[in-house]
């Protein structure tokens, strides 16, 4: 079973970086494709970013295309998202995901979240 955590949110300028990790506590990290989404205040939970079992397919939202980018450590059962250029825009609470299908881009597709990390951007 896939127990997903969140870390790395806090508070940045923009035009920063942050980089955001998720661990699984788990022993099945490397069967899952992994994702990244984000609400922002008042706002349905968007897709960010994904990535395939093997690293070999990434996806992106078109709002943090070229600024973020997602990659996954399998030996350490972590998955991260490189976050720069942040943008006010981009300020919300982060989730992790977990798919034990394909690599997909909606919110149905995962079957596992993590609980969140707050990302706020500072204009």
């Known amino acids: 079973q896939v127990q997903l955590v969140e870390s790395g949110g806090g508070l940045v300028q923009a035009g920063g970086s942050l980089r955001l990790s998720c661990t699984d506590s788990g022993r099945t990290f490397a069967n899952y494709a992994m994702g990244w989404f984000r609400r922002a205040p008042g706002k349905d939970r968007e897709f960010v970013a994904t990535i395939s079992r093997n690293s070999g397919i990434t996806r992106y939202g078109d709002s943090v295309q070229g600024r973020f980018t997602i990659s996954r450590d399998n030996n350490k059962n972590t998955v991260y998202l490189q976050m720069n250029s942040l943008e006010p825009e981009d300020t919300g609470v982060y989730y992790c995901?977990?798919?034990?299908?394909?690599?997909?881009?909606?919110?149905?597709?995962?079957?596992?979240w993590g609980q969140g990390t707050q990302v706020t951007v500072s204009s």
């Open positions: 995901a977990a798919s034990m299908g394909v690599i997909g881009t909606l919110r149905d597709s995962y079957d596992l």
